[in-house]
């Protein structure tokens, strides 16, 4: 397996520019459809927030269970990467297509390479390119909402997302519960497990070592989660190197009609660990989704189950 050779390894960490208060986020379909009307909540969410979205592209003419064809949705992402005035990407909604596109990213590497960072925002199916900017740029980016979920967030996760996007959110405290003991330091890399295991032998594997693994997930049955984790203690060796585990919500992943629970198949496959695992942090399939900064330093301390944010996703610059 080629191993990623981003920044968890070569120590070449790209941060975007802060998204001041009236900054542009441009969204961007990379994904399954969206409900125009879901997105519609979601855009008077961050105008609240005093951001804009400029015109963009119209996704809403399906391909199946994808936004649009894959180039199509390729070209999507460039475009708001380099398009002047734009400061952040925010993405439509997660579902699943973004590993369909991540070779036609690779194809230009080179020209991804060439260009300066912006903030980059989702989570769920988003976890792919997160993982893709990470192992392929080294850039930092935010496991936080999509725009789909963020009409529906509190007013907590909707404030939190701005202080991340304006680089003042360090220091965040996040609060779960330990599943063992100790404390620990590392990158934040990781996200949605299904879609972190769907990159198992590909190029766009992350680096672990040292690093915390972010997991949460949706609609995966106890037994699913079980495989899944299984494969990833195979392929890690029992995840050694890696500096601890932070568990976000299992939305919906509990197996109602014969008892079995995400949390106990959690609980037998990870207790057992040697190093911090802390559970049930508010990341993930449910409100509130507390943007993290995929890539930034934090401190995991399993002991009083805290993630706590250490280094911001952006370079500060002067808002106005």
């Known amino acids: 397996m080629e191993r990623g050779n981003g920044a968890a390894m070569t120590g070449n960490i790209k941060a975007a ?36 979205v400029p015109p963009g592209p119209d996704l809403t003419q399906a391909d199946r269970y ?12 460039w475009d708001a990467l380099t398009t002047p005035g734009v400061d952040a990407v925010l993405a439509a909604r997660g579902g699943y297509g973004i590993t369909r596109v991540l070779d036609l990213l690779e194809a230009q590497l080179p020209a991804y390479r060439g260009i300066a960072p912006r ?42 997302l701005r202080q991340v996007m304006q680089g003042t959110a360090s220091g965040t ?28 032998g590909t190029r766009y594997w992350p680096d672990l070592r040292g690093c915390v693994l972010l997991l949460e997930d949706v609609t995966e049955l106890p037994h699913r989660l079980d495989r899944m984790l299984t494969q990833l203690l195979s392929i890690t060796g029992g995840l050694a190197g890696v500096a601890g585990v932070a568990l976000g919500h299992f939305t919906d992943c509990d197996d109602t009609k014969k008892g079995h629970t995400a949390q ?17 942090l508010p990341v993930g399939h449910q409100a509130p989704n507390m943007a993290l900064v995929h890539g930034g330093m934090v401190t995991l301390d399993a ?18």
């Open 66 to 77: 994808l936004a649009a064809p894959d180039a199509r949705r390729a070209q999507a992402l």
């Open 119 to 160: 903030l980059v925002v989702g989570f769920s199916d988003v976890t792919a390119l997160h993982l893709w900017l990470w192992t392929r740029l080294g850039w930092k980016s935010v496991h936080g909402p999509v725009c789909t979920s963020l009409g529906s967030e509190p007013d907590q996760a909707r404030e939190h």
């Open 173 to 200: 405290v996040l609060r779960g519960s330990g599943l063992t003991r100790g404390v620990a330091q590392g990158r934040l890399v990781g996200g949605n497990l299904a879609v972190l295991m769907a990159l198992a």
């Open 264 to 280: 106990a198949t959690l609980e037998e496959r990870l207790a057992g660990l040697s190093i911090p695992v802390v559970r049930n």
């Open 17 to 52: 520019p802060a998204v001041g208060p009236k900054g542009q986020v441009a969204l961007v379909a990379l994904s399954s459809p969206y409900d125009p009307d879901i997105l519609a909540k979601g855009r008077q969410a961050l105008a609240a927030l005093g951001l804009t």
């Open 303 to 320: 002991s009083v189950g805290t993630l706590t944010l250490q280094e911001e996703a952006v370079v500060a610059a002067a808002l106005t």
